[in-house]
């Protein structure tokens, strides 16, 4: 999403239809755009938010089949996203992947209790994100 215009970045209104779409949620542009090259070569629609609050207000527009979520963010974290997401009627549907720094124990079952189907550490690469994703049945 973009900052200024809060328009949802990466958005392709002549994309193909059954695309798969992705919703990268990081506040930083860098990880942003590594994520967002990893996922288009995977086949996927990229799109992005800096926050929960803009990931929500993305999902409302329209929700992602698979979400990549940053624990650490400002207004609102990838948890507090998280669990908003899975509190409303549709929330089920997409495939949440946690990438974050945070690694211990007690941040990986927070995370899978409050609905994420997988976690990967930062930094990732094209096959470890490629190996998770056929793990949750996203992709083949």
């Not at 803009?54 to 400002?74: E, F, H, R, V």
């Not at 509190?87 to 997409?94: E, F, I, K, L, S």
Request: glycine share 8%.
């Amino acid at each position: 999403m973009n900052a200024m215009t809060g328009a949802i970045e990466g958005a392709s209104p002549g994309s193909a239809a059954g695309s798969l779409t992705c919703l990268i949620v990081e506040d930083s542009r860098v990880i942003r755009r590594i994520s967002r090259h990893i996922v288009e070569s995977l086949g996927m629609i990229a799109l992005e938010a800096e926050d929960g609050q803009q990931a929500l207000t993305a999902c409302d527009a329209a929700m992602p089949d698979l979400i990549l979520l940053d624990w650490n963010m400002p207004v609102m974290d990838g948890l507090a996203f998280l669990r908003a997401l899975r509190a409303r009627p549709d929330g089920a549907t997409p495939k949440v992947v946690f990438c974050t720094t945070e690694y211990d124990a007690d941040h990986i079952r927070e995370a899978i209790a409050a609905g994420a189907d997988e976690y990967v550490m930062k930094p990732f690469d094209h096959e470890t994100l490629l190996l998770k994703l056929q793990l949750i049945g996203i992709l083949a």
